[in-house]
């Protein structure tokens, strides 16, 4: 199986900058899908970023300008670079990933959840 380890969290000003990264462990043959989710208080889990292994990255609208994905092949890790953050971004974000392993076939995969907090 995979573990997805998030880190970067935290208190951060309005128009101030995150880096939230996700380490993956486990026997991984090839990734798929690496993606970025977040959940406010009150509200459902939603998409933030996506990165496909064979097609386009996609953005919700909210974010688009503001934050970038991206991966590193060598690690197994992704990375969630946010800058001009607002309050309404605060939320627990999450790493996900859908990976193939020989043992498990394709299987989705998420992490525990980090913290982000855009506040004055």
């Known amino acids: 199986q995979v573990q997805l380890v998030e880190s970067g969290g935290g208190l951060v000003q309005p128009g101030g900058s995150l880096t939230l990264s996700c380490a993956a462990s486990g026997n991984i043959v090839t990734w798929n899908i690496w993606a970025w989710y977040r959940q406010a208080p009150g509200k459902g889990r939603e998409l933030v970023a996506r990165m496909p292994r064979t097609t386009y990255t996609n953005y919700t609208d909210s974010v688009k300008g503001r934050f970038t994905i991206s991966r590193d092949n060598v690690k197994n890790m992704a990375y969630l670079q946010m800058n001009s953050l607002r309050p309404e971004d605060t939320a627990v974000y999450y790493c996900?990933?859908?990976?193939?392993?020989?043992?498990?076939?394709?299987?989705?995969?998420w992490g525990q959840g980090t913290q982000v907090t855009v506040s004055s």
């Open positions: 996900y990933l859908n990976a193939y392993g020989w043992q498990w076939g394709s299987k989705d995969f």
